[in-house]
């Protein structure tokens, strides 16, 4: 009988090693992960993110809007620039004025004519099934013109907006 205990006791520390050590590891790879991931001023995040898209940095700024519609954006601002950040989940309205740190993922949105045709027919639909007035509806065109304006201006074939794809924060006062 004493052996047979003496064989779970014996069992159960190696299966607790084991599990420790998975974990260690674990913990390790998540560290080298972070201390891996690009870091990119705000004021340089219009300029940089291209070279990110679909890839992990992280920024630091101060929450300035939580999005009233859903919670799941949130605009984080230095004096130097700005990023949206995107979530699936909603997030905490507590963070407005928070400096945080955000690892995201790049995301792209590109505005080109095709885009733009399909948002010009948009505003022509919605304003001839009168759920846009007519201020909106050449409000909406005349953006729409700026942006063929510029591209034209500058030889591009289309305009990226980068935002970012929540995927984690930490609260920089708390570090």
């Avoid at 130097?80 to 995301?107: N, P, Q, S």
């Amino acid at each position: 009988m004493k052996n047979l205990l003496f064989l779970i006791i014996i069992s159960s520390l190696a299966f607790s090693c084991k599990s420790d050590k998975k974990s260690e590891v674990q913990n390790k790879e998540e560290t080298i992960e972070i201390l891996n991931t690009p870091k990119i001023t705000l004021g340089e995040f219009d300029t940089k993110a291209g070279e990110f898209i679909g890839k992990k940095i992280e920024v630091t700024g101060i929450v300035d809007h939580v999005c009233k519609h859903g919670g799941k954006k949130i605009l984080l601002v230095t004096d130097d620039g700005d990023a949206h950040v995107v979530a699936d989940e909603r997030f905490d309205e507590a963070l407005m004025g928070d400096e945080i740190k955000v690892v995201g993922i790049v995301l792209e949105e590109r505005i080109d004519e095709a885009y733009l045709l399909k948002m010009e027919k948009d505003n022509i639909k919605s304003h001839s099934e009168g759920a846009s007035s007519e201020e909106q509806f050449n409000n909406k065109q005349k953006h729409l013109q700026q942006y063929r304006d510029k591209m034209k201006k500058e030889g591009i074939n289309h305009i990226s907006n980068y935002s970012l794809q929540y995927v984690s924060h930490t609260n920089v006062a708390t570090e």
